[in-house]
DNA sequence: TGCTAATATTGCTTTGCGTTATGAAACTGG
DNA sequence: CCAGTTTCATAACGCAAAGCAATATTAGCA
């Protein structure tokens, strides 16, 4: 015996609303169709759903069990409903955001958090990973959105590159140390501190060895590598050690994390940090939300730094 | 936008069985058919639940999330289906049976008991009262059967009476009551007792006028009336009170409540303790199965009293 | 590059749902 | 108990969708 659930839904409906007439109002159908749905539902059940000759149609012990199951039906029904609604709308479904491991840590992170308080039914799986991990994922639809340092030379013809922020790096410490007293910044000075390394596969490792190249340093000592955002902040603000880091990264975490930025120039490629996904746009609805509002945020980041900047200058 | 119940089961079952193909065999039905579904679900959802041009058909995001709905959407239709089955068979539902208080109590109850051991989904609600009571409700459908003595000509046009037991009513007292020690009961014997009285509206109590009318007593002493069956055999056991019971409850009960019938023939209507039903048989298909029961096992009980009978004649 | 298996498409028939119009039965108030 | 009203069932018919077989297409794979 086949039930079909669309009949179970409106005997649960008739039941609800106390009748026939009223059912298939609610129902927004005629009554006579919702009539034969009942008369064909029972022939198929084999045992009437109401009790026969009253006419405030009134349902049988068996109506009423399996109005009970119709209402459940259409209730889970409803639900699908609402979860294509909220999804079309980029208010549910999931996200997969893949990006560099500091900048993720250091700025992302907490913009995600903002995110989920305004869009809480998106699920955001986030991944780490470089250019050459990242863009395959992109490519084979694994991965929704990729964050991570680029040149405008390098952004590959299927995909789109938004830049958020300045990709500038700095030389980063802990506030206090001694280096922030001096007022110019000798590369002898810099030598006397040893460096926490990033991962020595990542763009920051490159920068590093440029950035000290570019300041005349041939070679520099490594206390400490291959940990998280989380580590290098605690080891940097635990000690003297000296490390390279996005700008926006210091900027964002020197309060909580007692970190501060040695004024010192360093040479770094003309690369922004900004968000890169696939040009064609069979994607998650809740990516295009997602990009606005990373945007909109860096803008208002990149904002704050300019802005602290020229006080800064002011001040100095 | 309006999503069918129907579309999400078949959608659930593809996801389950990891292809088309397979879904639509596992749906009885043909790959192009359960192929267009999918489209027009598609379609109507106005995302892919799919992801496009992958051979072995992997979910979307939504289309995973929507494929858990169909599931569970699929377990209730599942519910359904059983519940009506079961229905059928008379393994579940709702019966409602009305019975006169004692018999019920000291007979019918503990048949029950064993019933719903056999029928656990078989919901019975019992109700008390007389034949004046029952009958209009079996007549308009609000009790399923009636259990009560009636005698043949009682017997209602448009209804159906199955004899259970012989409606012979005796006197009862407690066991070891001074009256089971005599040989020979005297009307003189009798009178020395309190009577416990059933509701003054039950068959019982007009037997028990009629009885002490028989062996001649005029007037009966009541100190006890209006209790239940419980009631009557405390208060049975704990005095040397008198009342008349029908003989099949005091042979079922007569160990746990220590009770035992006076060797006295007292005179009775010849009524039958049976089941009264509706003729027509749109009923409760749990029915049938209980009545047979109930017919089982009170012939199971009359073989117990007629052996004992004989056996106690033996001794006597 | 071709083979194989999985999915889409096409063309056609049947089923079932939707409607309006209308008939029949049950409740209501006098 | 008898109109009147309400509520449900039935009839006739158009249309959307489900069903199938046959066939085209395409992703994986060797």
């Given at each position: 015996?086949?039930?079909?659930?669309?009949?179970?839904?409106?005997?649960?409906?008739?039941?609800?609303?106390?009748?026939?007439?009223?059912?298939?109002?609610?129902?927004?159908?005629?009554?006579?169709?919702?009539?034969?749905?009942?008369?064909?539902?029972?022939?198929?059940?084999?045992?009437?759903?109401?009790?026969?000759?009253?006419?405030?149609?009134?349902?049988?012990?068996?109506?009423?069990?399996?109005?009970?199951?119709?209402?459940?039906?259409?209730?889970?029904?409803?639900?699908?409903?609402?979860?294509?609604?909220r999804y079309s709308k980029g208010q549910a479904g999931?996200?997969?955001?893949?990006?560099?491991?500091?900048?993720?840590?250091?700025?992302?992170?907490?913009?995600?958090?903002?995110?989920?308080?305004?869009?809480?039914?998106?699920?955001?799986?986030?991944?780490?990973?470089?250019?050459?991990?990242?863009?395959?994922?992109?490519?084979?639809?694994?991965?929704?959105?990729?964050?991570?340092?680029?040149?405008?030379?390098q952004i590959p013809q299927d995909m789109v590159f938004?830049?958020?922020?300045?990709?500038?790096?700095?030389?980063?410490?802990?506030?206090?140390?001694?280096?922030?007293?001096?007022?110019?910044?000798?590369?002898?000075?810099?030598?006397?501190?040893?460096?926490?390394?990033?991962?020595?596969?990542?763009?920051?490792?490159?920068?590093?060895?440029?950035?000290?190249?570019?300041?005349?340093?041939?070679?520099?000592?490594?206390?400490?590598?291959?940990?998280?955002?989380?580590?290098?902040?605690?080891?940097?603000?635990?000690?003297?050690?000296?490390?390279?880091?996005?700008?926006?990264?210091?900027?964002?975490?020197?309060?909580?994390?007692?970190?501060?930025?040695?004024?010192?120039?360093?040479?770094?490629?003309?690369?922004?940090?900004?968000?890169?996904?696939?040009?064609?746009?069979?994607?998650?609805?809740?990516?295009?939300?997602?990009?606005?509002?990373?945007?909109?945020?860096?803008?208002?980041?990149?904002?704050?730094?300019?802005?602290?900047?020229?006080?800064?200058?002011?001040?100095?």
């Open positions: 015996m086949k039930l079909e659930s669309e009949h179970l839904e409106i005997l649960a409906m008739i039941v609800e609303k106390g009748g026939l007439t009223e059912g298939a109002d609610a129902l927004g159908k005629s009554q006579p169709s919702v009539s034969r749905t009942i008369a064909l539902l029972e022939q198929r059940v084999g045992v009437p759903l109401f009790e026969p000759g009253r006419r405030p149609l009134r349902p049988t012990e068996l109506g009423a069990s399996l109005a009970r199951l119709g209402s459940r039906i259409h209730a889970l029904n409803l639900e699908a409903r609402q979860l294509v609604d999931r996200l997969r955001i893949g990006g560099t491991p500091i900048f993720m840590d250091g700025v992302i992170a907490s913009m995600i958090a903002e995110f989920q308080r305004h869009h809480s039914d998106v699920h955001i799986e986030q991944s780490y990973g470089y250019g050459d991990t990242l863009l395959p994922h992109l490519r084979n639809g694994s991965l929704d959105l990729a964050i991570l340092p680029m040149s405008a030379a938004v830049s958020l922020l300045a990709g500038r790096n700095v030389i980063a410490c802990r506030s206090g140390h001694p280096l922030t007293r001096k007022g110019t910044i000798t590369l002898a000075d810099i030598d006397l501190f040893p460096w926490i390394a990033p991962p020595a596969d990542s763009p920051l490792y490159r920068d590093l060895q440029r950035a000290l190249v570019s300041i005349g340093s041939q070679d520099f000592r490594v206390n400490f590598s291959g940990g998280t955002f989380a580590s290098i902040a605690s080891v940097l603000a635990g000690s003297d050690s000296l490390t390279v880091l996005p700008y926006s990264v210091v900027f964002l975490t020197r309060k909580t994390m007692q970190l501060e930025a040695l004024p010192l120039k360093i040479e770094h490629p003309n690369r922004q940090l900004g968000m890169l996904f696939a040009k064609e746009s069979a994607t998650a609805p809740a990516l295009a939300p997602f990009k606005s509002f990373i945007a909109e945020q860096c803008r208002q980041l990149e904002a704050r730094i300019q802005h602290d900047q020229q006080v800064t200058r002011r001040r100095g």
